[in-house]
T-cell receptor
Framework: AQKITQTQPGMFVQEKEAVTLDCTYD???????LFWYKQPSSGEMIFLIY??????QNATEGRYSLNFQKARKSANLVISASQLGDSAMYFC????????????FGTGTLLAVQP | DVKVTQSSRYLVKRTGEKVFLECVQD?????MFWYRQDPGLGLRLIYF???????EKGDIPEGYSVSREKKERFSLILESASTNQTSMYLC???????????????FGEGSWLTVV
C-alpha cells in the first residue's frame, strides 16, 4: 500500500533563509505523482509543486523546488528566501496513479517563519 | 479557472442529526473525493467517485455515505452525526491522471463541521 511520511511536525525558519521540508514515500507502482500543498490558517489547499515519477529533472516553481531522490523514495520541498507569508501547514501527497487519481497525504509540517 | 465549491463553510449540528455536505465542480471532472482533516493525522480519504452513481470507500468510510447523481455534484452524508465527526472536510475533483500531466487535482475551501 502507498504511504507518505512527514517526520517534522513543526519547524521554525528565519525570514530570508532557505528551509527544507522532508517527505518520504512508499509505493510499488512505477507510475506516480508527488505533490506539495500549502494550507494557511484559512483552510484552503494551495497547490505548490508537482513531480512525476518519470521526470528526469527536479521540479521548480519560483521559490519552491522539489528535491526528488527516487532511489531513496524522498521528495523534499525546498523553499528559498522564506517570507512571513510562508507560515502555514505544508502537506506532501502522492497520487496512486491510474484513472481515479486518488491522493494520499502525509500528516503535514507546520512551518513558522520568524522575522 | 477550475472551481470546486463547497456549500457550507461553517456548520454546527447536534448529535444524531443528518448532515449533508455538498460539493460542486465546474470542470467536467470524472473523479471527486471527500477528505477529512484532523490535527496530526493529515487528510484522510473518506469516499471517492470516478463516475456518476459510482462510489468507492476510502480509508475511513465508517459513519459516512455519499451520493453522486450528477457529474458535477458529490455529496457527503453523515446519517447520524456524532461528536467524533467534528472536523474539517475537504472536497476535491480531478481528471484522469498520468505522471506527465502534472497537477490535475483541485480542492474546495473546506467545510468546518462541529457536532455538539
Amino acid at each position: 500500500a502507498q504511504k507518505i511520511t512527514q517526520t517534522q511536525p513543526g519547524m521554525f525558519v528565519q525570514e530570508k533563509e532557505a528551509v527544507t521540508l522532508d517527505c518520504t514515500y512508499d509505493t510499488s507502482d512505477p507510475s506516480y505523482g508527488l505533490f506539495w500543498y500549502k494550507q494557511p490558517s484559512s483552510g484552503e489547499m494551495i497547490f505548490l509543486i508537482y513531480q512525476g515519477s518519470y521526470d528526469q529533472q527536479n521540479a521548480t516553481e519560483g521559490r519552491y523546488s522539489l528535491n526528488f531522490q527516487k532511489a531513496r523514495k524522498s521528495a523534499n520541498l525546498v523553499i528559498s528566501a522564506s517570507q512571513l507569508g510562508d507560515s502555514a501547514m505544508y502537506f506532501c501527497a502522492m497520487s496512486d496513479g491510474g484513472a481515479t487519481n486518488k491522493l494520499i497525504f502525509g500528516t503535514g509540517t507546520l512551518l513558522a517563519v520568524q522575522p | 479557472d477550475v472551481k470546486v465549491t463547497q456549500s457550507s463553510r461553517y456548520l454546527v449540528k447536534r448529535t444524531g442529526e443528518k448532515v449533508f455536505l455538498e460539493c460542486v465542480q465546474d470542470m467536467d471532472h470524472e473523479n471527486m473525493f471527500w477528505y477529512r482533516q484532523d490535527p496530526g493525522l493529515g487528510l484522510r480519504l473518506i469516499y471517492f467517485s470516478y463516475d456518476v452513481k459510482m462510489k468507492e470507500k476510502g480509508d475511513i468510510p465508517e459513519g459516512y455515505s455519499v451520493s453522486r447523481e450528477k457529474k458535477e455534484r458529490f455529496s457527503l452524508i453523515l446519517e447520524s452525526a456524532s461528536t467524533n465527526q467534528t472536523s474539517m472536510y475537504l472536497c476535491a475533483s480531478s481528471m484522469f491522471f498520468t505522471p506527465i500531466k502534472g497537477n490535475t487535482i483541485y480542492f474546495g475551501e473546506g467545510s468546518w463541521l462541529t457536532v455538539v
